[in-house]
Every structure is written in C-alpha cells, then in structure tokens.
C-alpha cells in the first residue's frame, strides 16, 4: 500500500484516538501536505520534534490497526463490492452466465455481511 494512501487510511479510522495535538500536527502532514519546518514554526516547536510526533503517531495508528483491522476489513469489503458490481454488468447478455454471477453476487454479499 503506497505510505500517503496507508497514512490517510490509518488516520481516517483511527484518527480520533490521537490527542487534540497529535491530531492537528498528523493531519497537516498526511491531509495539508505541510512540510515538517511548517508545521514546526506554526506549532512554535522543533522540526525534529514534529518528525518524532509523526514517527510516533504513525505508530500508534499502525498499532490500532495490528488489533483491530479495521482498514484491512475495509479494504476487503470494498474490493466485494466491486466485485459484486463487476459481476452485475456480466449479467446482462447471458442467462447462463447471470444464473452463475447470481450465485456468486449470493456468496459475496454473505461474506460481505460477516465482515461487517
């Protein structure tokens, strides 16, 4: 998984478990794209201090996911889903094969409903 997009992901789900100045400092890293000597003179603190903080917050975050898989859950459910769409739009020219990607469309959607 590319570093931004887990970071993101990581802090979409888990976001709210950070501190108020966690929070701020991750978000301008991973969402506003500010660079460490940024935040670090809006945050009045050192640019290696803002580097600890993401290196910790990152694991933090990537401790929650260790437990939980929340981002791992969803990353399966959404890849059914669109398995689910696919096999929809393979449907429409041939009974045989719509009877089948029904079938399938039945067994997605059950494991759909236990990963949630």
């Known amino acids: ?24 400092i991750y978000e301008d890293v991973v969402y506003n794209d500010m660079s460490l000597g940024e935040i670090a003179e809006e945050q009045g603190i050192s640019r290696q201090g803002v580097h600890d903080l993401v ?23 959404k890849e059914m889903v669109g398995r689910i769409g696919q096999l ?5 020219e041939d009974s045989v094969q719509a009877r089948e990607n029904l079938a399938q469309i039945r067994r997605l959607s059950q494991e759909l409903l236990k990963e949630l």
């Open 1 to 24: 998984m590319d570093k931004i997009y887990e970071q993101t992901m990581l802090f979409d789900f888990y976001g709210e478990l950070l501190t108020e100045h966690q929070r701020r």
């Open 88 to 92: 929809t739009m393979d449907s429409e």
């Open 55 to 77: 290196k910790r917050c990152d694991r933090i975050l990537q401790g929650y996911e260790d437990k939980l898989h929340l981002v791992e859950r969803f990353a399966r459910a």
